[in-house]
């Protein structure tokens, strides 16, 4: 284990529950609090620990397998767990956005480019909801039809927001849900003051520099990796390792418990 990080919960001295002092073993090497009085294997916290810290960092299921002498499979299938987790911590963080809003839709996976909103085959859209000096929501979707755009567009904003999109036609009825700026890309309009979606765009380019990596995913696990990139992106200033801690490890063997 690296050290500085966790040691604490590694070498069995602190709770992984209630964050205190005061554990004795049982057998089997488990742990028990004399505090909140839950009990958890010390060589499965080890384990999780260890691969927690290498997903922290980035580094692939097999790389990270080879580095601990795992089985890769053991591996892959425990980064896949911790991004569901993610996902669910996103979707329960999540509230409705408003004020200024940059919307847009990305494609993920498949061998050919393909046209916007046709000859996607094999791809994932992507649809994201940037708020200015706040946070990104993303979401796949089947499609990038108007209704379909509107429907999320409806259900992650609230009426009355500023929305900053491209001219993709499928954008059109938002002027009757809010103030609709429109960057015309097709005349070579990118940025004009406020008039603009480089953040979004950014975004796109922060998760595509990391999906870059990963290789045949599958498409039912698109949403899992983007919520990766979404929490990564909306904490990249805060203590990522001690959120992914509480959300990866604790709320696992918490349920684990039950």
């Given at each position: 284990m690296k050290k500085g990080l966790s040691d604490m919960y590694?070498?069995?001295?602190?709770?992984?529950?209630?964050?205190k002092y005061g554990l004795y073993r049982l057998k089997n090497n488990k742990l028990k609090c004399k505090h909140c009085k839950k009990y958890y294997s010390l060589n499965k916290l080890r384990r999780d620990l260890e691969i927690l810290y290498y997903f922290y960092l980035e580094i692939s299921a097999r790389k990270t397998a080879k580095?601990?002498?795992?089985?890769?499979?053991?591996?892959?299938?425990?980064?896949?767990?911790?991004?569901?987790?993610?996902?669910?911590?996103?979707?329960?963080?999540?509230?409705?956005?408003?004020g200024e809003l940059e919307l847009d839709e990305?494609?993920?996976?498949?061998?050919?480019?393909?046209?916007r909103g046709r000859g996607a085959n094999n791809k994932a859209i992507a649809?994201?909801?940037?708020?200015?000096?706040?946070?990104?929501?993303?979401i796949i979707i089947e499609n990038v039809k108007a209704e379909t755009l509107m429907e999320a567009i409806k259900n992650k904003t609230?009426?009355?927001?500023?929305?900053?999109?491209?001219?993709?036609?499928?954008?059109?009825?938002?002027k009757q849900y809010g103030k609709h700026n429109i960057i015309r890309h097709d005349k070579d309009e990118f940025a004009k003051e406020k008039n603009h979606i480089n953040g979004i765009e950014g975004f796109w380019s922060f998760a595509k520099e990391r999906f870059h990596k990963y290789h045949g995913i599958n498409k039912v696990n698109y949403l899992?990796?983007?919520?990766?990139m979404e929490f990564r992106f909306n904490n990249r200033n805060n203590n990522i390792y001690k959120l992914l801690m509480n959300i990866c490890i604790r709320r696992q063997f918490s349920a684990e418990l039950h």
């Open positions: 590694f070498l069995g001295r602190k709770c992984i529950f209630c964050d580095e601990l002498n795992l089985d890769y499979g053991v591996v892959h299938r425990k980064f896949m767990q911790f991004r569901k987790l993610i996902a669910d911590y996103c979707d329960k963080q999540a509230q409705k956005l408003n990305s494609y993920f996976g498949g061998k050919r480019k393909g046209n649809f994201g909801i940037l708020e200015r000096n706040g946070t990104v929501h993303t609230k009426k009355g927001s500023v929305f900053y999109t491209d001219g993709f036609r499928s954008y059109n009825d938002l899992f990796y983007l919520k990766e």
